[in-house]
């Protein structure tokens, strides 16, 4: 078989392509974008970590300082939380502190409940 | 008078792809998977002439890809971009080989020839990619990348990282070798 230099660009061109073995594409997918995403965020995460920090405190304190304490305790934060927000100033400071909030998020067009819950729909359609 | 349709692309370019995925949607980058997967792999497959090899060197890169596609320079392709990086993974893949193996790396691909009637038989294209396989690498790669990309010399070139004068000599010598190799005559290394 002889062929001239346009023939055999032709040739090679008109190969065609290996057939990648069954799967590659969805196994690349499933590494790159549709990664399944973390069990945890970092806001859930950190929610438990302060909620495990605060229960190990309580347990500590019901076992070194027995029933009292741990009443003591809890009033101590109950009288203090009720003291502060039945003070005017600090229901004003954190109204407007919601309010800025909302604002900015209709500003910048972040709605987090909007992208879970489309991330959850993909997710279930594949 | 009837006015012209407007046209739209309805094919959106690679270029425009890595940015909407870089803006967080994911379904951008999947249409370039769908894309280049199949050139990707061909690529893996040809250099590395082992499916499992190539299906981990084609994730790999995609994988890669992914990670970086912050450093995708905008108004470059894709194509060389993706093919560059898998090329890279197939290198270190073939280095790890040649370092566990303790032996140097043929410089030809087994031919495997089997009897001559069996050759004869073979069609066309079948001839010419045993022949390509022949090839020693160097010119092997040029000539999947040829295959893949055409006569963008300067995209082969980047992607092997070569000067573009040595992608055309090594293009053109490998072209000589297949012609010899297609009409049964003896190939001596060039």
């Known amino acids: 078989m ?3 230099d346009r023939e055999l660009e032709r040739a090679i ?6 057939e990648p073995p069954q799967g590659l594409r969805a196994s690349i997918l499933l590494a790159t974008a549709y990664r399944p995403g973390p069990a945890f965020s970092v806001g859930e995460l950190v929610a438990l970590g302060s909620l495990g920090a605060v229960a190990l405190w309580l347990g500590i304190m019901l076992v070194l300082g027995g029933g009292s304490l741990f009443v003591h305790t809890l009033q101590t934060i109950g009288s203090t939380l009720s003291r502060t927000l039945s003070n005017a100033g600090v229901l004003a400071w954190l109204a407007a502190g919601g309010a800025t909030a909302i604002w900015l998020t209709l500003f910048s067009g972040w709605q987090p409940v909007a992208a879970v ?6 997710s279930a359609s594949r | 008078m009837a006015e012209a349709p407007v046209r739209v692309s309805a094919q959106p370019q690679d270029g425009d792809l890595v940015a909407i995925a870089l803006r967080g949607n994911s379904d951008a980058f999947a249409i370039l998977v769908e894309r280049y997967d199949r050139a990707v792999y061909h690529l893996a497959y040809r250099t590395l002439h082992d499916v499992e090899e190539a299906r981990d060197a084609t994730q790999e890169a995609f994988f890669k890809a992914f990670r970086s596609l912050r450093t995708f320079k905008p108004g470059s392709k894709f194509s060389t971009w993706i093919f560059a990086i898998a090329y890279h993974a197939c290198c270190d893949r073939l280095n790890r080989r040649k370092r566990f193996s303790g032996d140097e790396l043929p410089d030809r691909a087994d031919v495997s020839p089997g009897p001559e009637q069996q050759v004869i038989a073979l069609d066309e294209a079948t001839r010419l990619r045993a022949a390509i396989d022949a090839l020693p690498e160097k010119y092997r790669t040029v000539v999947t990348l ?7 010399y300067e995209e082969i070139a ?3 990282g070569l000067p573009m004068g040595t992608v055309k000599t090594h293009l053109f010598r490998a072209k ?13 290394e060039l």
């Open chain 1, 13 to 18: 061109l008109g190969l065609p392509l290996e």
């Open chain 1, 117 to 122: 819950s489309h991330r959850s729909e993909r």
């Open chain 1, 2 to 4: 002889t062929m001239d």
């Open chain 2, 146 to 152: 040829f295959h893949l990309q055409g006569r963008q």
């Open chain 2, 176 to 188: 000589e070798q297949l012609r010899r190799l297609l009409s049964g005559a003896e190939v001596t």
């Open chain 2, 158 to 160: 980047t992607v092997l």
